[in-house]
């Protein structure tokens, strides 16, 4: 689930959007349970360790950027089958994003070619604030923890997350935590992204802005059919995100050449809400 701010909803925004975030600083988003981890499910990468020549707070900020610039008719969050889960991928990072959506009653299935020896890189529940005139950071921070909500992760305190990787359940998901580091980062928007044409955000670098959430990065899978299925429910405001990739897993991987869409993609069943504004609390 993504939550942006400007304040997206852009100050919020899933499973993929909604802002896409280039970090300008050496410093990667740090993991605040880190130290507490213990690797359960070997198909994961821990999330304090790097891997793959990357990590996962350079990843998240890599992750943004992606989802942030694709424009809506082909954006991945609002895919409905998985037409689009190629869309500009590897132009930012090697490895395959997934994304979620802006919330669905029903699961939404999407089918996908993925070249092997690939890591797979998703978010749980992601959110990210946008600076305004007058922002600190520290305020900024506060505001995209969602109150306790992410510092106190619990049923009962409004959040449920739940993972599966071939049907075998991911355990301690809230180990997989990942800030941004403490002086924010720079987020760039490109004309033609959801973020320009759907929330009005001009072109151009804004900064600091700061990100949190739960985040995964699946070491790459063998050749062959695998599904990956992913949960978030926030209670208040009710939201809930489903989302199942059925994956097939190829050693000769040809992506498939841009198509152009027939219908935009607001008239589809993915549509993004029209309450969907942006703020700074939910």
Known sequence: MQFLSRSFHFRRASAGLITAALLTTTVGLTNVKANEYK????????????????????????????????????????DENGEDCQEGQFKVANVFFLAGTFGNEKPVTRECTVPANTPLFLPLLNGILIPEEGDTVEELREQVNLGNELKNPTPENNIELTAKINGRPVKDLFAYRVQ????????????GGIANTDFGLDPGKLSPAVSDGYWLLLKPLRPGKHEIRFTSIRKSPNLKVDVIYILNVVKDYHPRKKRQPSHHRRNNRLRIPKNFRWHRSQ
Do not use: C, H, M
Not at 42 to 65: C, H, M, S
């Open 180 to 191: 941004s580091p403490p002086g924010g980062f720079t987020i760039k928007f490109k004309e």
């Open 39 to 78: 690797p359960r499910f070997k198909q994961i990468v821990p999330p304090n360790r790097e891997a793959f020549g990357t990590n996962y707070g350079d990843l998240v900020g890599k992750w943004w950027e992606w989802a942030l610039n694709i424009p809506t008719e082909s954006n991945p969050i609002l």
